[in-house]
């Protein structure tokens, strides 16, 4: 694997998942009461719970984006 390819991998991969936070958000704001409605089926959650968790998987999965796709991508670019 050359650093070109690396290079795309990381650039794409940071794409899609930044892609993937800004739907799961889009769907969370627009959609909130229906899916609240059916994962407390499923499970017994306050709102405030559910409310939580979808965040904090959220900004976990910004954090790790950043961490593990953008910072890289971003050090090969100056390196090379």
């Known amino acids: 694997m050359n650093i070109e390819l690396l290079r795309a991998v990381l650039g ?16 969370f ?7 609240y409605a059916i994962h407390s089926r499923w499970f ?8 939580g968790i979808h965040y ?13 796709f953008v910072m890289p991508y971003v050090a090969l670019r100056i390196a090379g």
Request: hydrophobic share 60%; proline share 0%; charged share 15%.
């Open 56 to 68: 904090a998987g959220m900004a976990a999965t910004k954090i790790a984006t950043w961490l593990l």
């Open 29 to 35: 704001r627009s959609m909130h009461d229906r899916m």
């Open 12 to 27: 794409w991969s940071a794409i899609l998942n930044l892609l993937l936070v800004t739907v799961w958000f889009a769907l």
């Open 44 to 51: 017994h959650l306050s709102e405030e719970t559910f409310d």
